[in-house]
């Protein structure tokens, strides 16, 4: 099953506005990271979250992590149309190896 | 600077077909290396991954195998290709534990 959830599956909003998108996972983790994905593109890295780190931010993009609650989130802050695209959330956990585990991913859709 | 190289982009194959996907990566050596299948509006799967030449790990049972002739390369293979082989298929690399992946431009493979 996957290590990580992504909640919404897919979120609708207006350029300017802010998109929040939830990652729960399973085990305990090395690191968190985020990807984008453009429809039929390879996925793209945006962010990476240690298991020891609790805020991150990169440009317009703000990462959290609750180790307590096995959770992450990624917002995106004043929106804009070219952020519409798949968001993922992938665990790197002692527990998989070498390998990410990734969540099922959030379509965001930034309207003009 | 590191690249991935992935093709070809797309495929159409027969069923019973056989099939060879190349990634190579260039700017890095002993990269471990993976390759996903992602379903339509799906997340990720990883089908196998390689931590060194001829080392191959393989995460699900399935029609396909891995190979890894050099350091930087990573083939896909199957001897008679299946409708449900049908997928996006990506390749990826990380230089190593908690690091992050550098994704393919993906294969979108049609078994017809």
């Not at chain 1, 290590?3 to 983790?29: R, V, W």
């Not at chain 2, 056989?18 to 799967?45: D, I, K, M």
């Not at chain 2, 195998?65 to 930087?72: F, N, V």
């Amino acid at each position: 099953s996957q290590q990580g959830e992504e909640d919404p599956q897919a979120l609708s909003i207006q350029e300017g506005e802010n998109a929040t998108m939830n990652c729960s996972y399973k085990t305990s983790i090395n690191n968190l990271q985020w990807y984008r994905q453009n429809s039929g593109r390879g996925l793209v890295h945006l962010i990476l979250i240690r298991s020891n780190e609790r805020e991150k931010h990169s440009g317009r993009l703000r990462v959290t992590l609750d180790t307590s609650k096995k959770s992450s989130s990624l917002l995106i802050t004043a929106s804009r149309a070219a952020d519409t695209a798949s968001y993922f959330c992938a665990t790197d956990a002692w527990e998989y190896g070498n390998k990410l585990v990734f969540g099922a991913g959030t379509i965001l859709r930034v309207k003009s | 600077s590191q690249t991935i190289h992935q093709w070809p982009a797309t495929l159409v194959q027969p069923v019973g077909s056989p099939l060879s996907l190349e990634c190579t990566v260039e700017g890095t050596s002993n990269p471990n290396l993976y390759w996903y299948r992602q379903a339509a509006g799906r997340g990720l799967q990883l089908l196998f991954y390689s931590v060194g030449i001829g080392q191959i790990s393989s995460e699900v049972p399935q029609n396909l195998s891995a190979s890894r002739p050099q350091d930087r390369q990573f083939i896909l293979s199957s001897k008679k290709l299946l409708l449900s082989d049908s997928g996006f298929y990506l390749c990826a690399w990380k230089s190593g534990a908690n690091e992050k992946l550098f994704f393919g431009s993906g294969t979108q493979l049609s078994v017809l």
